[in-house]
């Protein structure tokens, strides 16, 4: 039961009304206990500095950021985590009391863990995507010791950042989607991650549309995996596409309850979240 002595969390982002995050945080916040409540706030780019600094001065005990906030809210962080700093994208946010926030990310260990039992260290993979989300991507690729990372996008100046923020990782590499050596890339990879917004409930591309077109995709070979970070719906057109070539696909569901389950545990002073529960609480939904 919500009380006058309850305390939040959220989630900001845009858009937020996809997110299956408070259905799964919120049944671990019911099975644990806890005199807490989740919810997401929609938020406009022109209003995030004076929401998040409203945040901290109110009975908010933790926030989630997503698209398009994660690289943007290290701008409003007093203290940020190692992983954080390396990787500049913040997905979880934590008031120190006084009116500032601590920022980490928890996205890193959330993208390894449907990766870690595959068997992927010295094989090639793909980031389709060059923006926060693809930054988790990098760094959690490079933890599993993949031999060579190669991100692919339309935005070569987001690209060139990428580079230069990972400029000590000699395995990785940039290129345009318009590259005449894609098809050959695609061919070879041992794991592409979708990274981009493309298939998600919401986007505003039509709902039947590959990550940079169907074209990119005529070379894929059935022994790749497929992983779309995007988790709702469970299976996007990519998703189903890879399927249907024969390509081991992954959703990303058990990201973001292995994120969340963290980000929890974050709030909570190392509280032993349920991740079973907040798996099952979106099952139920989807």
């Known amino acids: 039961m919500i009380t006058s002595k309850t305390n939040f969390l959220a989630l900001i982002g845009?858009?937020?009304s996809h997110s299956l995050s408070p259905i799964?945080?919120?049944a671990a916040i019911k099975y644990l206990g806890l005199d807490l409540i989740y919810?997401?706030?929609?938020?406009?780019?022109?209003?995030f500095e004076i929401v998040i600094r409203s945040l901290s001065k109110i009975n908010c005990k933790g926030i989630n950021v997503t698209i398009p906030f994660k690289e943007k809210v290290l701008n409003y962080c007093s203290k940020i985590s190692p992983l954080a700093e390396q990787i500049k994208a913040v997905n979880t946010l934590k008031p120190n009391g006084k009116g500032e926030w601590h920022g980490i990310n928890t996205?890193?260990?959330g993208l390894i863990y449907p990766?870690?039992?595959l068997n992927i260290a010295n094989k090639k993979a793909i980031i389709l995507g060059s923006?926060?989300?693809?930054?988790s991507a990098i760094q959690g690729l490079i933890n599993l010791k993949m031999s060579e990372i190669i991100i692919i996008s339309r935005n070569q100046l987001s690209?060139?950042?990428?580079?230069?923020?990972?400029?000590?990782?000699?395995?990785?590499?940039?290129?345009s989607f318009k590259n005449p050596n894609i098809f050959n890339l695609i061919h070879t990879a041992d794991l592409i991650v979708n990274t981009t917004p493309v298939g998600m409930i919401n986007h505003k591309i039509i709902k039947e549309e590959l990550p940079f077109g169907d074209q990119f995709w005529r070379s894929l070979n059935s022994k790749t995996i497929i992983y779309d970070l995007i988790y709702n719906p469970q299976e996007t057109y990519l998703l189903n596409f890879a399927r249907?070539?024969?390509c081991h696909t992954i959703n990303g569901m058990k990201m973001l309850v292995a994120q969340g389950a963290k980000s929890l545990s974050y709030w909570t002073d190392g509280v032993n979240i349920p991740i079973e529960i907040m798996e099952e609480a979106i099952k139920k939904y989807l």
Do not use: T, W, Y
Request: glycine share 8%.
């Open 115 to 117: 990766l870690e039992d």
């Open 107 to 109: 996205d890193v260990e």
């Open 24 to 26: 799964m945080h919120n």
């Open 39 to 47: 919810f997401s706030i929609p938020c406009n780019e022109k209003d």
């Open 244 to 246: 249907k070539k024969g």
């Open 159 to 175: 690209i060139d950042s990428l580079l230069s923020d990972f400029k000590n990782q000699f395995l990785l590499k940039g290129v």
């Open 14 to 16: 845009n858009p937020v």
């Open 131 to 135: 923006g926060g989300a693809a930054r």
